[in-house]
């Protein structure tokens, strides 16, 4: 196990660069998550602050 | 000339909206377990490099992440300029969505890249190298992007203007893919792409292409996820995102 870990004495190059790597994968993964819920927050606040719209009348092709 | 109907859907937000709904769940459970697989058979399975020993598993990752972000930023570029010739604005929202994720995948691409120079070149960084210098531009270029889109506060003129800056930083892409052939660079030329077919053994070549896959199926997802947001940000007023914000809330 620790043999795998030191990776022929250069564990510190590679286990960094894979940190690296799923760190920016999670910080991904959360920032979307959070643009998300500010997106629908702000949709959540105007909805409560104006009416509804009324259902747009469907435009319906000439045949 | 008639288009076919998939085309014009693909214009409309509710559509996409939940055509994304559907297809995030398949990119990313696929995505995330082609990176687990790849991540062990590279760490684990495969043989060491008869040149760089065990530093070389960098492989791995690095060309995977480099490749992510030349593909997010052809992807914003050509949905900018959809959106800036025909006026779609999905466009732009996708344009918008890719780049931060391009950013960040360069970002890591670099890192991953600089830490393997230490070992292999004796040096993290190479002022003037250009592969890195190249490369550099791209994060630059996605960053620079996104600083112009801050500038305006209208969003459908920074829509617009910033498409232009996407089109044209579009040539910096075959340039950093090229760099290593057209210029002496401290970078070695591309493994997978070499005259002759790969130049790698499949012991390494199959968990090689599993990581490019995985890579890819995950940019995706957040690729869909983003544009997702991006919608409801944009289509506020609408009564679908309206009925969505209210089905959501706890």
């Known amino acids: ?63 | 000339m008639k288009l076919p109907r998939w085309f014009h859907q693909l214009g409309s937000p509710p559509y996409v909206y939940r055509l994304a709904e559907r297809l995030s769940p398949w990119l990313g459970g696929l995505g995330c377990g082609l990176l687990a697989v790849g991540t062990v058979w590279g760490l684990v399975i495969a043989p060491p490099d008869y040149q760089q020993d065990e530093v070389y598993r960098i492989i791995y990752i690095h060309p995977q992440t480099a490749y992510v972000g030349m593909m997010a930023y052809v992807i914003m570029a050509v949905a900018a300029g959809v959106g800036f010739v025909w006026r779609v604005k999905l466009a732009h929202a996708a344009a918008v969505s890719a780049a931060p994720i391009g950013a960040w995948f360069t970002f890591c691409a670099l890192c991953t890249g600089a830490i393997w120079g230490k070992p292999t070149w004796g040096t993290y960084w190479q002022w003037g190298d250009p592969r890195i210098m190249f490369e550099a531009l791209l994060l630059f270029l996605f960053l620079g992007y996104l600083a112009l889109r801050g500038a305006f506060d209208d969003r459908d003129k920074a829509d617009r203007v910033t498409a232009i800056l996407a089109v044209v930083g579009v040539v910096n892409v075959p340039i950093v893919h090229y760099s290593v052939e057209w210029w002496n660079s401290l970078h070695q030329t591309s493994t997978l792409l070499s005259e002759g077919g790969p130049a790698m053994t499949s012991d390494m070549l199959i968990p090689f292409l599993i990581m490019f896959a995985g890579f890819t199926l995950a940019f995706s997802w957040l690729l869909l996820r983003r544009l997702q947001a991006e919608i409801i940000e944009r289509e506020g007023n609408a009564r679908w995102i309206r009925e969505l914000a209210v089905e959501g809330a706890p």
Do not use: H
């Open chain 1, 1 to 63: 196990m620790t043999e795998f870990l030191q990776m022929g004495g250069d564990g510190a190059y590679v286990w960094s660069a894979y940190g690296i790597t799923l760190a920016v994968l999670i910080i991904n993964v959360w920032l979307v998550r959070a643009k998300r819920r500010a997106a629908l927050r702000r949709a959540l606040e105007l909805s409560t602050q104006t009416e509804l719209p009324r259902k747009q009348p469907t435009v319906r092709r000439l045949q």
